[in-house]
């Protein structure tokens, strides 16, 4: 049986230990980082399952690591941040990250977030395919990455993909914002929307999509979302 890895990154060696005493526990394989530096080395060798970030690293911003990670890696993302302002939680979300837990928290609670987070990414890799095509564009959810006519590759993050799933499981549905938040799960309200509108954004620009005009990704204001192209799976 696969154990799931579990890399965490805390400049504090009390937060590490008992973050990994708790996953160890639970059944998840774990390595700690107290830098960035060393962390990213150990990236290149391996890709964990889940990425535990604090964002209050010595040697690296955490906010642009977040991103990077989301950009490279299918690895699920949980911030792990003392900084409970709405601003770096939103910022957080729209970087990349799939989850943002505020210290101090129960290590239970942790462990209940890696597993639904897990067990949603299992099923949906389980029960859907990883290929569509549409519009000139194919979208490969194995790589992250989208593929133009001309072969050019656009690189999209786990979040963005999730995002951009929905829609093309969805084509000429309207997809509203309640949707969206039962289906991706976060807490409903204004850093979720704010975190949606920024996903939707940066897809229709990696879409090539004109911003006052959108051929694709419809806004039906007041309502939710249309993916207006025809999508083919395999």
């Avoid at 604090?54 to 990077?68: E, F, I, K, N, Y």
Wanted: charged share 25%; hydrophobic share 40%.
């Amino acid at each position: 049986m696969h154990q799931p890895h579990v890399a965490i990154l805390d400049d504090e060696a009390e937060i590490r230990r008992m973050l990994a005493d708790a996953l160890t526990d639970a059944g998840f394989r774990t390595t700690t980082y107290a830098r960035a530096t060393e962390f990213e080395a150990a990236l290149k060798r391996t890709t964990p399952d889940v990425c535990l970030v604090d964002l209050g690293l010595p040697d690296r911003d955490g906010l642009a690591l977040v991103h990077r990670l989301a950009l490279e890696s299918g690895a699920t993302i949980i911030i792990i941040s003392g900084r409970s302002n709405v601003y770096d939680r939103v910022t957080g979300l729209e970087l990349g990250a799939d989850d943002y837990i505020i210290k101090p928290f129960e290590p239970a609670e942790v462990v209940a977030r890696i597993r639904a987070r897990l067990r949603k990414t299992r099923n949906a890799s389980e029960q859907a395919p990883m290929v569509a095509s549409f519009n000139g564009w194919q979208a490969h959810f194995d790589r992250y990455v989208l593929v133009a006519e001309d072969g050019t590759e656009v690189a999209f993050s786990h979040a963005e993909g999730e995002v951009l799933r929905l829609f093309l499981d969805a084509p000429k549905r309207l997809v509203s914002r309640a949707q969206m938040q039962e289906t991706l799960g976060g807490a409903a309200g204004e850093s979720f929307d704010r975190a949606m509108d920024v996903r939707i954004s940066r897809l229709r620009t990696k879409l090539g999509e004109d911003p006052r005009n959108p051929r694709l990704i419809k806004t039906i204001y007041g309502a939710g979302y249309i993916f207006l192209g025809d999508v083919s799976w395999s």
